[in-house]
């Protein structure tokens, strides 16, 4: 069976520092891995995923995540927070590519000026 | 990135009523659409798969008599929660890929209160 823990449900940051939202995930074989962000009201977008190429994953706004297959984590990290990050971040692993997604409870991001 | 657009956005009706909520890909042919729920502060959680032209599979638990699933064509699927009552209230979110896409794209969500 696959799942992922979501090591915070709520990181606190300031405008223009680092975020990080740790990502820990357990499967039996070779996952797929994605980070989706859901805003208040609106359905969940994309950020980036990992398929086994390159271990460290750019997405998109700024976001990048690096899949560690020994610390079995998937960790996202954004260099530079902005106002417009907050909001729900869901950590997610797939079996073959994009069926029977599990997702992780969220993690909610809040930024402050 | 691919389209999903749900209707409505949010319902309000009487217990034992029965509710609708459309899934539709605007700009892909939709093999396989997914159906979740998401309590309140909780993570999403699949109730059923749907692949077009055939008969939904249903996650462990979720009745199926209960949430009616229809996905007739390759751009829509619907789910229809019969007799709800407000232990039914939440919110549903749909999505759909296909084999090309290789990616689930969601739809905005449909918020459920029954009254």
């Known amino acids: 069976a696959q799942s992922v823990t979501q090591l915070d449900s709520h990181v606190s940051v300031s405008e223009g520092t680092p975020v990080l939202l740790r990502c820990n995930y357990s499967s039996s074989y070779s996952p797929s891995l994605f980070w989706y962000v859901q805003h208040p009201n609106k359905g969940l977008q994309l950020l980036l995923k990992y398929t086994s190429a390159a271990t460290l994953v750019k997405g998109i706004n700024g976001f990048e995540a690096e899949f560690k297959k020994s610390e079995t984590s998937f960790h996202l990290t954004k260099p530079s927070a902005h106002m417009s990050d907050a909001a729900e971040y869901f950590c997610?692993?797939?079996?073959?590519?994009?069926?029977?997604?599990?997702f992780g409870t969220g993690t909610r991001l809040l930024v402050s000026p | 990135g691919a389209v999903v657009s749900q209707h409505p956005s949010w319902v309000i009706c009487k217990s034992g009523t029965s509710v609708k909520i459309e899934c539709r890909s605007l700009?892909?042919?939709?093999?396989?659409m997914f159906w979740y729920r998401q309590f309140p502060k909780q993570s999403l959680m699949l109730m059923a798969t749907?692949?077009?032209?055939?008969?939904?599979?249903?996650e462990q638990g979720v009745e199926k008599d209960k949430f009616l699933i229809n996905h007739a064509s390759l751009t829509l699927s619907t789910l229809t929660v019969t007799s709800a009552h407000p232990e039914d209230s939440s919110f549903y979110i749909c999505?759909?890929?296909?084999?090309?896409?290789?990616?689930?794209?969601f739809g905005a969500g449909t918020r459920l209160s029954v009254l």
């Open positions: 997610v692993v797939g079996s073959t590519g994009f069926q029977k997604l599990v």
């Open positions: 700009d892909f042919q939709a093999t396989t």
């Open positions: 999505s759909a890929t296909s084999l090309a896409k290789n990616i689930q794209y």
């Open positions: 749907s692949n077009e032209g055939s008969k939904a599979t249903y």
